[in-house]
């Protein structure tokens, strides 16, 4: 019998690392901008629709979701196995309030968060659901809301630095199939908006939104972290963190070296921010 040649331990550890990267999940940052993008059809729903029927095809298994709208001392996970679609605003058409995304839920994932965020206590909750910065970006992106979706809320007692830190201790989850999404704004002023459709960018905005940008496309995760250091700017376009911070989690969740690619990007009523970012492929 002939025995065919073994490969270099070399070439056989890049065939394995490339069979991770193959397989990895994505971890994507959504400007979520208004609710109404749930109705509307606009060149961030594309970006966003496109955005998950690339990543479909990798086949999540399950989507873990960190909103703006979940902000709270403490931090926890949705665990039940059907989580209600919340519908955390006013003011809005009827037609917004009647969109449902019956997305089942994941109580094993949600233990396993639990688990690995360790030592930080992660509370089991069974009352909150799926709220708008959830649902508005992933009815567009996964429309079927056939994947499972869980939620990680955004402890407001914690600085940058901690939100950053959990991202990392979650980016195990994108080996195993798991989807991480961060659904926010890079800026979010909406007491100096301006409603009119061709309203002017205010040059705080873009200049923030622009190194925020640049940070995520060099790897400079240290400028994300200490985004405050942008002195007016950012105090400005975050004059609170919560519409900031998801975004954490996802450059939380970039493994060494790996790329971050701009979907799509734009600022809507001069004052909060469409970019949406992607950590490795989708």
Partial sequence: MRWAAAKPVNKLLEEIKMSTIA???????????????????????????????????????????????????????T??????????????????????????????????????????????????GLDHGTWSVLVKAFPKADVPVIQLSIDATQPAQFHFDLGRKLAVLREQGVLIVGSGDVVHNLRLMNRSQDAPVHGWAQRF???????????????????????????????????????????????????????VDGIDIGSVSMLTAVVGAA
């Fill in 209 to 263: 939104n622009d190194h925020i940008r640049a940070s995520l496309v060099s790897g400079d995760m240290q400028a994300l972290i200490d985004y405050a250091d942008q002195g007016q700017d950012a105090q400005l376009s975050v004059p609170t963190p919560e519409h900031y911070l998801p975004l954490l989690y996802i450059a939380g969740a970039r493994q060494d070296g790996e790329a971050i690619s701009i979907a």
């Fill in 79 to 128: 665990a039940m196995a059907q989580p209600q679609t919340i519908h955390d605003f006013g003011g809005f058409p009827q037609a917004l309030f009647d969109v449902r995304y019956p997305a089942p839920g994941d109580p094993q994932l949600a233990a396993q968060v639990r688990d690995l965020l360790a030592p930080v206590a992660v509370a089991m909750d069974h009352s909150w």
């Fill in 23 to 77: 397989t990895r999940m994505p971890a994507i940052f959504f400007g979520h901008g208004s609710p109404m993008n749930a109705l509307e059809d606009n060149r961030y729903t594309a970006a966003w629709a496109a955005l998950g029927a690339s990543a479909a095809q990798l086949k999540p298994k399950a989507i873990l979701s960190v909103s703006a709208h979940w902000y709270t001392r403490g931090t926890g996970v």
